[in-house]
T-cell receptor, first 117, second 115 residues
Framework: QQQVKQSPQSLIVQKGGIPIINCAYE??????FPWYQQFPGKGPALLIA?????SEKKEGRFTISFNKSAKQFSLHIMDSQPGDSATYFC????????????????FGKGTKLSVKP | EAGVAQSPRYKIIEKRQSVAFWCNPI?????LYWYQQILGQGPKLLIQ????????DSQLPKDRFSAERLKGVDSTLKIQPAKLEDSAVYLC?????????????FGQGTRLTVV
């Protein structure tokens, strides 16, 4: 119930394309859903995050779509660029009081994105 | 604003040896996390500190892993004795406090290779 399932494992798109990465969760106590971007040799960095009270959030070229009833959320990258080539992780957490696990991020397995010039 | 600092960046040890990693979180951040990231997988939480107290160590293999956060600032993670399956990147992260502002900032990690 603590798992976050992420797909696809890898993705190759042409510059300007719109890669979409999907995640699904089971635990309805999750109330915070961030996406992290990780470049080789670096730690993950927060890209964008959403709470379950909204269905979509956009920041620049990055958009999260959230479907609470289906317990799914996805990341869309508009007008993708070669510099977006990285590994993307979805995650889930609880930010309301949920005992010791509050704030702990449960990560998906990651999607390696390659954007071809 | 300085980020989360970790050292060393790389470490190679033989199995059954011991190793320690150090983390200095962002100044003022009360919550500190250690995550283990095995190659090709997402980070997995090992332990969470709130100031200098442990709030969640349910996934820490306590027979070989230990962690402390003295004075609520720096933290060390130790493995003794190491096993081959401990080869991974160990990431330290910090956040301002638990709950409402959950954004976690990660360090670059320490890549451990056990041979």
């Amino acid at each position: 119930q603590q798992q976050v399932k992420q797909s696809p494992q890898s993705l190759i798109v042409q510059k300007g394309g719109i890669p979409i990465i999907n995640c699904a969760y089971e635990n309805t106590a999750f109330d915070y859903f961030p996406w992290y971007q990780q470049f080789p040799g670096k730690g993950p960095a927060l890209l964008i995050a959403i709470r379950p009270d909204v269905s979509e959030k956009k920041e620049g070229r990055f958009t999260i779509s959230f479907n609470k009833s289906a317990k799914q959320f996805s990341l869309h990258i508009m007008d993708s660029q070669p510099g977006d080539s990285a590994t993307y992780f979805c995650a889930a957490s609880t930010i309301l009081n949920y005992g010791g696990s509050q704030g702990n991020l449960i990560f998906g397995k990651g999607t390696k994105l390659s954007v071809k010039p | 604003e300085a980020g989360v600092a970790q050292s060393p960046r790389y470490k190679i040890i033989e199995k059954r040896q011991s190793v320690a990693f150090w983390c200095n979180p962002i100044s003022g951040h009360a919550t500190l996390y250690w995550y283990q990231q095995i190659l090709g997988q997402g980070p997995k939480l090992l332990i969470q500190f709130q100031n200098n107290g442990v709030v969640d160590d349910s996934q820490l293999p306590k027979d070989r892993f230990s962690a402390e956060r003295l004075k609520g600032v720096d933290s060390t993670l130790k493995i003794q004795p190491a096993k081959l399956e401990d080869s991974a990147v160990y990431l330290c992260a910090s956040s301002l406090y638990r709950g409402l502002n959950t954004e976690a900032f990660f360090g670059q990690g320490t890549r451990l290779t056990v041979v």
